[in-house]
């Protein structure tokens, strides 16, 4: 009977060793958080935490939920929520039209697509935005083999960010500025809207650069236009180039501002 007992426990162990491994996919799969990961029922505070960053995100940007994706501890729009934003802006008549320049046909080539916004009968609103994926581009190995669908995204997200980009971060002051006198409302994290969730997502295995990543932990400074939280790097740049501290995205109504009084 000995042998039987023995026998018993090294099946007990080989079983816990198969439940280990079946874990690892799930933990890997966290470091890209997104709004169907959130929305799963869970008590794990990380979790919870980046599920509150994922709503307020979406309620200050107007999309739905699964168009935030948290990396890094930040949000970003990913693909849904700009395609979210064209149809809100466009009332479903605005498109992306696509235009290949090379498409990769096998893991070692490289791929890119052009993208540009169009209406209902097809004219262009914007120019071409061009997104470009290559082996040495994709450092996630899940992505080997998708550089096509990766330029695609690449392209579709800078063609709307060329086109509204300023709308939807001037949408976001309005409803942070709103959100903020509301008594007892939640903070608003650092949002970046001219960078796609899927360009954060591209390389480092997953994760944002480690700029990105240690933002939070560096002197916090608030944009005079907006009130966005901004780090130290941004800030001394800011007041150089325009004598105040502003966030990225009123830097660049800036620019456009300075270009338009010396058109005038």
């Not at 729009?77 to 498409?103: A, F, T």
């Not at 660049?252 to 058109?263: F, H, S």
């Amino acid at each position: 009977m000995a042998p039987k007992r023995a026998k018993k426990t090294i099946g007990r162990k080989q079983l816990v060793k198969k439940k280990t491994a079946i874990s690892k996919p799930a933990k890997r799969s966290d470091e890209w958080i997104g709004g169907v990961k959130l929305l799963e029922k869970s008590t794990n505070k990380e979790v919870l935490k980046n599920r509150d960053t994922i709503m307020v995100t979406a309620h200050v940007l107007n999309v739905t939920p699964l168009g935030i994706v948290v990396l890094g501890g930040q949000p970003y729009l990913n693909k849904l929520g700009r395609k979210d934003k064209l149809v809100q802006y466009g009332k479903g008549k605005w498109s992306v039209e696509y235009d290949w320049v090379q498409i990769a046909k096998d893991d070692k080539e490289k791929a890119i697509c052009k993208a540009r916004i169009v209406n209902g009968n097809k004219k262009p609103l914007c120019d071409w935005a061009i997104g470009e994926a290559s082996p040495a581009s994709l450092k996630m190995g899940t992505l080997a083999g998708y550089q096509n669908h990766l330029a695609q995204t690449r392209a579709h997200n800078r063609a709307i960010e060329e086109f509204i980009g300023i709308r939807i971060h001037n949408e976001m002051i309005a409803n942070i500025s709103k959100l903020k006198q509301v008594k007892g409302s939640p903070s608003v994290p650092l949002i970046d809207t001219s960078v796609s969730a899927e360009e954060m997502g591209g390389g480092n295995n997953g994760q944002p650069a480690q700029q990105e990543v240690t933002v939070q932990a560096e002197e916090e400074f608030e944009c005079h236009e907006c009130g966005n939280i901004i780090n130290k790097a941004s800030r001394d740049y800011s007041k150089k180039l325009f004598g105040k501290p502003l966030c990225r995205g009123c830097q660049e109504l800036k620019k456009k501002e300075v270009i338009r009084e010396k058109v005038l």
